[in-house]
């Protein structure tokens, strides 16, 4: 099954939020409807995709997610949304 990492954004919050997922769609859709319990992300409903990065499975996908997490950084992020590439370097590294 093919996975996604996501980076989502609300401009109510000026937050980023880095996820994965294998239906991007549906995820989008849940963070606005605060349908996860105890997410992060139920403080604002008006998450917006910025990125989705396909990856060749769920445990790549949590590699690249907790990578992103680990830096806490809104530049590194946004660094990464203006050049996905970013993602095959942090995972050739690995």
């Not at 996905?84 to 942090?90: A, D, Q």
């Amino acid at each position: 099954m093919k996975h996604y990492l996501y980076i989502i954004y609300s401009k109510s919050l000026d937050k980023f939020y880095t996820g994965e997922t294998s239906n991007i769609e549906e995820r989008i859709t849940l963070h606005n409807a605060h349908a996860i319990k105890n997410a992060y992300t139920k403080a604002a409903n008006d998450w917006k995709l910025m990125l989705s990065f396909p990856c060749k499975d769920r445990t790549e996908a949590l590699f690249l997610e907790r990578f992103i997490k680990r830096m806490k950084s809104k530049k590194f992020i946004q660094k990464i949304i203006d050049n996905p590439n970013l993602l095959f370097n942090i995972l050739n590294k690995r």
